[in-house]
């Protein structure tokens, strides 16, 4: 069983999809923390609604991005985390974890990358006046969403389509592809180990 840290800052829907694709078997891992930069971000509540530890600071009281980054990687090693997935966190990722985690660190962003990346993907989609935009899984590198590309997929963009539609086509399709392209990486990867060990011995 995988055991990962999900990093996330707002609402956590993406946080509760792989909950709950958990619970239904249809993903191998197990949520061991959560971790959040935000005091009063609702996805804390999906948290403690399914029993999961977390693990909320506030940046500020830091004297650096390391500085926190280290605390977070003695809770992530306390607990033997294999991955970092994140959903919504809206800090880049430093040399600190990077170095820690290297290619165990895994993001969803709303747009097709590399169009689109940072804030507000899905409403600079739209401004674009785009036919399609989409959903990319990539791992994490120490740019702004410029990682190695894991699995897309595209949503078509209606001329009727507001911020609200196309946000709620893409959160729909996030919910269903994240644990999906999660439960795959996880399964390859574990194969690959098991392979690993037999040509050994
Ligand atoms: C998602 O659209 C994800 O792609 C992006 O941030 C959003 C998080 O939404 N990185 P939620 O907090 O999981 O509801």
Redesign the pocket.
């Known amino acids: 069983m995988t055991s990962i840290a999900v990093f996330?800052s707002?609402?956590?829907?993406?946080?509760q999809a792989i909950i709950d694709a958990i619970q239904s078997g249809d993903l191998a891992a197990e949520v061991k923390l959560l971790v959040c930069d935000k005091q009063d971000a609702f996805?804390l509540k999906r948290a403690k609604q399914s029993g999961i530890d977390t693990f909320a600071f506030q940046p500020k009281a830091y004297a650096s991005k390391a500085a926190f980054e280290r605390q977070i990687a003695a809770e992530l090693e306390k607990l033997k985390i294999e991955y970092l997935v994140l959903?919504?966190y809206m800090r880049l990722i430093g040399p600190t974890l990077l170095e820690r985690f290297s290619n165990k660190i895994i993001?969803?962003?709303?747009s097709l990358l590399p169009a689109f990346p940072g804030i507000d993907a899905i409403g600079q989609a739209l401004r674009a006046g785009v036919e399609e935009t989409g959903?990319t899984i990539h791992f994490v590198d120490e740019g702004m969403d410029t990682g190695p590309i894991i699995a897309q997929k595209r949503v078509k963009v209606c001329s009727k389509d507001t911020e609200e539609t196309l946000a709620a086509k893409?959160?729909e399709l996030?919910h269903r592809f994240y644990p999906a392209t999660l439960q795959q990486l996880f399964h390859q990867a574990s194969e690959g180990a098991e392979h690993g060990k037999k040509s050994v011995n």
């Open positions: 996330a707002g609402n956590g829907s993406n946080f996805v959903a919504g993001n969803i962003h709303p959903v893409i959160h996030e």
